[in-house]
């Protein structure tokens, strides 16, 4: 079974350093990967997806994330982050027209003065 | 271009009771999924539409269910409510069906407090 692993329930860091929110996955059919961002009493947005081509995807808020087939892993990154950026962040698969996105736990990312 | 509208927004009902949660897609989506979500169990699939036809279903008792109308809006209905079933209800609409298209648009959710 199909399954989305975020290794960590929250992450603090100070405004202005870089942060990794870690994401793994287990497939063994090709796979679709995303990244949905949730702020407080809100639904989820689209961050960033990996669908097929180049395995470096960028949003256009300064976010990116790699595509690792070997590793299977699909971790974000953030060389600089804002206070706005706090929010959850959520992993998720999905294996396309057969399926539906499974979701990791999420991440919360919590980002101080 | 309206998104994705989800009613009520909060409700709270009591054990045994139904519930029934409504959400209408954007405009030419004509996919609608149903997401759980809680602080334990993070959010769990439901249950998809397309078309007026239920493609996937999750793990879920028979006391779910749920289905779409000719103009893509969707219900969703709980029965005989548990405490357990007090979550975060989020619905999410697409131009096609599965996950292929890349992109779920999610409403702000359909919170359900069960006393």
């Known amino acids: 079974a199909q399954s989305v692993t975020q290794l960590d329930s929250q992450v603090p860091v100070f405004e202005e350093a870089p942060v990794e929110l870690r994401c793994n996955y287990s497939?063994?059919?090709?796979?679709?990967l995303f990244w949905y961002v949730q702020y407080p009493n809100q639904g989820l947005q689209l961050l960033l997806k990996?669908?097929?081509?180049?395995?470096l995807v960028e949003s256009i808020n300064g976010f990116e994330a790699e595509f690792n087939k070997s590793q299977t892993s699909f971790h974000l990154r953030k060389p600089s982050v804002h206070i706005s950026d706090t929010a959850e962040y959520f992993c998720?698969?999905?294996?396309?027209?057969?399926?539906?996105?499974?979701f990791g736990k999420g991440t919360k990312l919590s980002v101080k003065p | 271009k309206a998104g994705v509208t989800q009613t009520p927004r909060y409700l709270i009902k009591t054990r045994g009771q139904q519930v029934t949660l409504s959400c209408s897609p954007i405009?030419?989506?004509?996919?609608v999924s149903w997401y759980q979500q809680t602080p334990g169990q993070g959010l769990q699939f439901l249950f998809e539409?397309?078309?007026?036809?239920?493609?996937n279903k999750g793990n879920f008792p028979g006391r779910f269910s749920g289905r779409q109308f000719s103009n893509s809006r969707s219900e969703m209905n709980v029965s005989t409510l548990e405490l357990g079933d007090s979550a975060l209800y989020l619905c999410?609409?697409?131009?096609?069906?599965?996950?292929?298209?890349?992109?779920?648009?999610f409403g702000e959710g359909s919170r359900l407090t069960v006393l």
């Open positions: 990996y669908l097929s081509g180049s395995t």
């Open positions: 539409y397309f078309s007026e036809t239920q493609r």
């Open positions: 999410a609409s697409s131009l096609g069906a599965g996950t292929n298209t890349g992109e779920l648009f």
């Open positions: 405009s030419g989506h004509r996919s």
């Open positions: 497939s063994s059919v090709s796979v679709y």
């Open positions: 998720a698969a999905g294996r396309g027209s057969q399926g539906n996105l499974i």
